[in-house]
């Protein structure tokens, strides 16, 4: 038997990356996932490729409406959810002193206000006695990495709302915890220059980036039992880089 047998998980920002690593490992260990991504062409694709046990809801985060149609499919088709994995998030690079007030309401707008209301709005479909809330944060809510000041602080983010969440939750025994991968060899990462990934590579301990599989593998183990009394931690998926 998996260890996600017989639950029901969503997962924003599921048809690339991490998201869809994620959506696959669970589906493996048992699970059925709802996918949101905001492309119908790349979240059909992620659908096909996850192969069965999924179903794709086309949605922003960052736009309210979008998440109430997300939870209004799920709780319609299944009724409740057992996890969620608040996954979706952008990033830009701007140096200070060049930083838009646009800019800054888009990033906050997903990484912030769509991970709080992913969460708020999923709440009542936890029916169940318990569940595993986890975000995905990032080493750049503990490093101070130029040209992301309004990314780092908005992963710096889900570090604070898991803290209060998991206090919030106690009656409930819903575990809030969060992700927070280093670098990680997703599409966004292969926009960057071969020189550019080399460097990175080499301040990482391990001396590698890390797959989407590697933080999936992770994922799986926060919504799972064998975390059960795992709550309300940061769990770095890092190779070691924001460690020493």
């Known amino acids: 038997m998996g260890k996600l047998e017989g639950k029901i998980a969503v997962i924003t920002g599921g048809s690339s990356g991490i998201g869809l ?19 119908q062409k790349e979240l059909d694709a992620a659908v096909a490729e996850i192969g069965g046990n999924v179903t794709g809801v086309m949605g922003d985060v960052a736009n309210l ?32 002193g060049s930083i838009t007030e646009e800019q800054v309401d888009k990033v906050l707008a997903v990484n912030f206000k769509g991970t709080l209301f992913t969460v708020q709005k999923a709440l009542p479909l936890f029916t169940t006695n318990g569940g595993s809330i986890l975000m995905t944060g990032s080493i750049a809510g503990s490093k101070g990495i130029p040209l992301f000041t309004v990314y780092n602080a908005t992963k710096a983010a889900m570090r604070s709302f898991a803290r209060t969440w998991t206090a919030d939750l ?28 080399a460097q990175l590579a080499a301040g990482i301990p391990m001396g590698r980036v890390g797959s989407p599989d590697e933080a999936a593998k992770v994922a799986v183990f926060l919504a799972s039992d064998d975390s059960s009394f795992v709550n309300g931690i940061e769990l770095f998926v890092d190779g070691g880089a924001a460690q020493i």
Do not use: C, H, Q, W
């Open 170 to 197: 106690k009656g409930r025994n819903i575990r809030v915890n969060v992700l927070s991968p280093g670098v990680i060899d997703t599409p966004a990462l292969a926009t960057l220059p071969k020189d550019s990934i």
């Open 21 to 39: 690593a994620a959506a696959k490992r669970f589906v493996a260990e048992g699970a059925y996932v709802f996918i949101t991504g905001r492309r």
């Open 65 to 96: 409406a979008d998440l109430d149609r997300l939870y209004a499919a799920v709780k319609a088709s299944k009724g409740r959810i057992d996890v969620l994995f608040a996954n979706a998030g952008i990033g830009e690079m701007v140096a200070i």
